[in-house]
């Protein structure tokens, strides 16, 4: 069980293009998804957390406008990288937690903007 | 701020033992985390730990003291395969949505 997808598990794209990543709860309904960036050997740095039916909050320094994120259900959000410039390549990865506070992760998607 | 310190890095012989110490200094805890990640792969769920003491879950083992701030994870019987960073995380409170403050990872490597 807690199996979390994302698609696509890797892309890449021109400067100037948006490119939509999505997570997908499989076997249990998200009450919460959170959405991170992994730069090389870098831990991972939480961007924004999404509840089902709200806004997403995001953390502090990460431009909401530039990534977009929609939670429209409990097994689905969606993150938007819009206008995408080299800077933004980076491996994203999506979680999901249920009731409980145990995060199950995605398997990432890597973005290379070129 | 969250502040999350381990070693950046540590080398180990296949079969012995390797321990990772993590220190954190947070504005809320409700529990700790250790995952495993594998070059280019996302993180793994190895162990939880909310209450002060000892979790064993096979070869794998975490240490909670609340009082001192202070985790650790125990390798027993190293193979190959443990080669991988391992991220401590805390778990921030309910009123923060659970959010996880990562520390910066211990890349473990594991050599014959």
């Known amino acids: 069980g807690a199996v979390v997808s994302q698609h696509p598990s890797w892309v890449i794209c021109k400067s100037g293009t948006s490119v939509k990543i999505e997570c997908r709860s499989l076997?249990?309904?998200?009450?919460?998804m959170f959405w991170y960036r992994q730069f090389p050997k870098q831990s991972l740095m939480l961007m924004a957390t999404?509840?089902?039916?709200?806004?997403?909050?995001?953390e502090q320094g990460v431009e909401k406008d530039k990534f977009l994120i929609n939670h429209a259900s409990l097994t689905l959000s969606t993150l938007t990288v819009t206008s995408a410039h080299p800077e933004d390549s980076s491996f994203y990865i999506c979680s999901a937690r249920e009731a409980g506070e145990t995060q199950y992760f995605g398997p990432g998607t890597r973005l290379l903007v070129l | 701020g969250q502040n999350i310190d381990q070693p950046t890095e540590m080398t180990a012989t296949e079969g012995a033992i390797v321990q990772i110490n993590c220190t954190y200094q947070t504005s809320g805890f409700n529990g700790l985390f250790w995952y495993q990640q594998h070059a280019g792969e996302a993180p793994t769920f190895l162990s939880y730990?909310?209450?002060?003491g000892l979790e064993e879950k096979g070869r794998f083992s975490s240490f909670l003291s609340r009082s001192k701030g202070y985790s650790y994870l125990l390798l027993k019987e190293l193979q190959m395969k443990d080669s991988a960073s391992y991220l401590c995380?805390?778990?921030?409170?309910?009123?923060?949505?659970?959010?996880?403050?990562f520390g910066a990872g211990t890349t473990v490597t594991v050599r014959a």
């Open positions: 730990n909310v209450l002060d």
């Open positions: 076997d249990f309904q998200a009450t919460t």
């Open positions: 999404s509840n089902e039916g709200s806004k997403a909050t995001y």
């Open positions: 995380a805390v778990s921030l409170p309910r009123s923060n949505d659970y959010k996880l403050s």
